[in-house]
């Protein structure tokens, strides 16, 4: 964008006589109370044959980074660069934020206190962060399952019960910080057995039935490693 460009955006043209005025005279000032999820992007790339960029995004507090395919119509505006930020909003609504206006318009929130905490220990107004945490694992292990063979539903598709669960896991890991992965699991079996769950060669919701429903011990390898990653997701999570 030109500077001549620019000027005309920041100024406007008031009455018959054609005066100008900046446009920060004519606007009334707002302060913002809302909380977002955001991350960090790490790398620009632009792909080949293709007018979308891909974003390189960190996980918060963890060292996992993921690809993101910015539209045309998100970065017609501002060209992102590493360091800028990925934001999300209430309504799902996604923009670009260069670093240095959000990190002086936003601070992270961080699990430190937990005083008027609802029924699984956190905080009600930490629970946008903590459900957004549970999605990142869930997503994370929909990967690792896919890998395996395994089919889950994305976040948005996947059964209440199973979203629940997620929340609960990662609630159990914020108010447990050193307990291991072997924990996770013993905590995830408990809830699934007030709910009726037993074990089953096949993972069945209608039945209740599900093969991980035995000692961590006896779970295969890379059972045990979902329980390893969602563990360790959450604990960086919370320390980031």
């Known amino acids: 964008m030109?500077?001549?460009?620019?000027?005309?955006?920041?100024?406007?043209?008031?009455?018959n006589d054609g005066a100008t005025v900046h446009i920060r005279e004519v606007m009334a000032e707002f302060?913002?109370?809302?909380?977002?999820?955001?991350?960090?992007?790490?790398s620009v790339a632009k792909l080949e044959e293709q007018p979308e960029l891909s974003l390189i995004?960190?996980?918060?507090?963890?060292?996992v980074q993921l690809p993101y395919l910015a539209s045309t119509e998100l970065t017609a505006r501002y060209k992102p660069v590493a360091?800028?930020?990925?934001?999300?909003?209430?309504?799902?609504?996604?923009?670009?934020?260069?670093?240095?206006?959000?990190?002086?318009?936003?601070?992270?929130?961080?699990?430190?206190d937990f005083e008027g905490a609802d029924e699984l220990g956190i905080p009600?107004?930490?629970?946008?962060?903590?459900?957004?945490?549970?999605?990142?694992?869930?997503?994370?292990n929909r990967a690792y399952c896919k890998a395996l063979r395994e089919e889950q539903p994305s976040w948005e598709m996947a059964p209440q019960w199973q979203i629940d669960s997620a929340i609960?896991?990662?609630?159990?890991?914020?108010?447990?910080p050193d307990a291991p992965a072997s924990a996770s699991h013993d905590s995830w079996m408990a809830e699934k057995a007030i709910q009726g769950w037993k074990y089953g060669k096949v993972k069945d919701a209608d039945k209740k039935e599900h093969p991980c429903m035995?000692?961590?011990?006896?779970?295969?390898?890379?059972?045990?490693a979902k329980d390893f990653i969602f563990s360790t997701i959450v604990k960086q999570a919370i320390q980031g």
């Open 2 to 15: 030109s500077e001549q460009t620019e000027d005309l955006i920041n100024v406007l043209v008031c009455g």
């Open 31 to 42: 302060q913002c109370f809302k909380v977002v999820q955001a991350a960090e992007i790490k």
């Open 57 to 63: 995004i960190g996980i918060p507090g963890t060292d």
């Open 83 to 112: 360091g800028d930020y990925l934001v999300l909003y209430e309504n799902d609504y996604v923009s670009i934020s260069p670093k240095e206006a959000f990190e002086d318009g936003y601070n992270k929130i961080e699990f430190a």
């Open 124 to 140: 009600k107004e930490y629970m946008g962060q903590v459900t957004a945490i549970a999605k990142m694992c869930h997503e994370v």
């Open 168 to 176: 609960k896991g990662v609630a159990f890991h914020i108010l447990n």
């Open 214 to 224: 035995v000692p961590f011990h006896h779970l295969p390898v890379e059972q045990q």
